[in-house]
């Protein structure tokens, strides 16, 4: 049964630091992993989607990676800022299956 | 704007009583999930529908009910069945099942 863990459960930085997110999962037998980001009382807006034959994807300051072989994904945030506070959701599509799997989230909080 | 649209924000159930939550979208997706959202969990699958008049039991379906008659409406009934259903309650659809899910803003439904 595939398992998705995000750790550290909460983080707190100074504005303009870099700062990575893990995210771990148990069964390398993936088709993809999404992360997204989650503001308070809100639904989830989708950041990166990397496919299973892919090791990275990168948007504006936002860089997700991914190694299938130790079941593990980054997303890497530069130059941090206050509007980028939010929980962040790491999610994974199962080759064997319809159904995805969510981490419970990292919640991010930058200082101004 | 296309989006996914979710209504109510706020509900509130009676004991024994039913509630439906709504979930609306006019992207012209074939696929539409509902997910509910525990704090400091992961979200957890409840029904999906890859495509009209189709749907199939996630991993929590027990004291809920779906329908899908229309392509862009899948309604989500909790049930009386459902003894504890406070909780947030997230829709999402998808191109079909292989693409990325958006999600609308939830429905946070709480016991009177």
């Known amino acids: 049964k595939q398992e998705v863990t995000q750790i550290p459960a909460a983080l707190s930085v100074p504005e303009g630091e870099n700062l990575v997110l893990n995210c771990s999962f148990t069964?390398?037998?993936?088709?993809?992993l999404q992360w997204f980001r989650q503001d308070p009382g809100k639904g989830l807006t989708s950041l990166l989607l990397?496919?299973?034959?892919?090791r990275e994807q990168t948007s504006g300051r936002l860089n997700a990676s991914l190694d299938k072989s130790s079941g593990r994904s980054t997303l890497y945030i530069a130059a941090s800022q206050p509007g980028d506070s939010a929980t962040y959701l790491c999610?994974?599509?199962?080759?064997?299956?319809?159904?995805?799997?969510f981490g419970a989230g990292t919640r991010l909080f930058v200082k101004a | 704007d296309g989006g996914i649209t979710q209504s109510p924000k706020y509900l509130f159930r009676k004991e024994g009583q039913n509630v439906t939550l709504s979930c609306e979208q006019n992207?012209?997706?074939?696929?539409m999930y509902w997910y509910r959202q525990d704090p400091g969990q992961g979200l957890r699958l409840i029904y999906y529908?890859?495509?009209?008049?189709?749907?199939q039991k996630g991993d929590i379906a027990e004291g809920y009910s779906v329908s899908r008659e229309k392509k862009e409406s899948f309604p989500l009934t909790v049930t009386s069945a459902q003894k504890n259903p406070t909780a947030f309650y997230l829709c999402?659809?998808?191109?079909?099942?292989?693409?990325?899910?958006?999600f609308g803003d939830g429905t946070r439904l709480s016991i009177l």
């Open positions: 999402a659809s998808s191109i079909d099942s292989d693409q990325p899910q958006h």
């Open positions: 069964d390398s037998a993936i088709y993809n």
């Open positions: 999610a994974v599509r199962h080759t064997g299956g319809f159904k995805t799997i």
């Open positions: 992207l012209n997706h074939d696929a």
């Open positions: 529908s890859q495509i009209v008049n189709d749907f």
């Open positions: 990397i496919q299973s034959s892919q």
